[in-house]
């Protein structure tokens, strides 16, 4: 049930960042597993995007993951203080990536509650990149991991959303990328309580 390397390989991140939605992101971290549905995401069309940290071909130790064959992490810190978690998609130098912006808690929902200090039943315990990293136990050394490994993947549970449950709307957080924040590449699951609130990051 494990996404083979291949779905990685596609060059429609477009596509990539609506699929994603209801598949279900795993980590292994010391031995425990947590796991949640995807529920939120964000798609960043490589050196064409200005909200994509590899605009204009930018390449630096930071953002060369983004620049590896589909089909591996790429974390950075935002603030300082946020791990964010974002899928590598298509080919080698085409640097796509989808950012996942909230999950459904689903397994280990105990240790996500550690971690979170709050109950799985409060939306806030995943709801937003940030949350849904610490959630999971994702921090940057889950950078440049392999998704097709052990310690990050990605698994299809058959749980699939129509197209009128599934909304399209502007990315959060990237008014710096000018017209290019106005595009409606934030994709999310109608009427999910996980998913984020426009004004959290």
Same mark, same amino acid.
């Given at each position: 049930?494990?996404? =083979?390397?291949?779905?990685?390989?596609? %060059? @429609?991140?477009?596509?990539?960042? %609506?699929?994603?939605? #209801?598949?279900?992101?795993? &980590?292994?971290?010391?031995? !425990? $597993?947590?796991?949640? $549905?995807?529920?939120? &995401?964000?798609?960043?069309?490589? &050196?064409? @995007?200005?909200?994509?940290?590899?605009?204009? +071909? /930018?390449?630096?130790?930071? &953002?060369?993951?983004?620049?590896?064959?589909?089909? *591996?992490?790429?974390?950075?810190?935002?603030?300082?203080?946020?791990?964010?978690?974002?899928?590598?998609?298509?080919?080698?130098?085409? =640097?796509?990536?989808?950012?996942? /912006?909230?999950?459904?808690?689903?397994?280990?929902?105990? $240790?996500?509650?550690?971690?979170?200090?709050? =109950?799985?039943?409060?939306?806030? *315990?995943?709801?937003? =990149? #940030?949350?849904?990293?610490?959630?999971? #136990?994702? @921090?940057?050394?889950?950078?440049?991991?392999?998704? #097709?490994?052990? !310690? *990050?993947?990605? !698994?299809?549970?058959?749980? %699939?959303?129509?197209? !009128?449950?599934?909304?399209?709307?502007?990315?959060? +957080?990237?008014?710096?990328? %000018?017209? @290019?924040?106005?595009?409606?590449? /934030?994709?999310?699951?109608?009427?999910?309580?996980?998913?984020?609130?426009?004004?959290?990051?």
């Amino acid at each position: 049930m494990k996404l =083979p390397l291949s779905y990685y390989s596609n %060059q @429609d991140v477009l596509f990539l960042a %609506q699929d994603l939605l #209801g598949k279900v992101l795993f &980590t292994e971290v010391n031995g !425990e $597993i947590t796991a949640g $549905i995807i529920v939120e &995401t964000e798609a960043y069309f490589g &050196t064409k @995007d200005k909200a994509s940290h590899a605009y204009g +071909g /930018r390449r630096t130790n930071r &953002t060369e993951p983004l620049y590896s064959h589909g089909g *591996i992490s790429y974390v950075y810190l935002c603030y300082g203080i946020h791990h964010l978690f974002n899928v590598v998609t298509s080919v080698e130098d085409d =640097p796509h990536a989808v950012l996942i /912006r909230a999950v459904e808690p689903l397994i280990g929902k105990e $240790i996500m509650e550690s971690r979170r200090s709050m =109950p799985a039943s409060r939306a806030a *315990i995943s709801s937003g =990149p #940030g949350s849904a990293a610490k959630a999971l #136990g994702i @921090d940057k050394s889950f950078n440049k991991k392999n998704l #097709g490994g052990n !310690e *990050i993947w990605i !698994e299809d549970h058959s749980i %699939q959303y129509s197209s !009128e449950n599934i909304i399209a709307s502007p990315r959060i +957080g990237v008014a710096y990328a %000018q017209e @290019d924040a106005l595009l409606p590449w /934030r994709f999310f699951v109608k009427n999910n309580k996980y998913v984020s609130k426009p004004n959290k990051i």
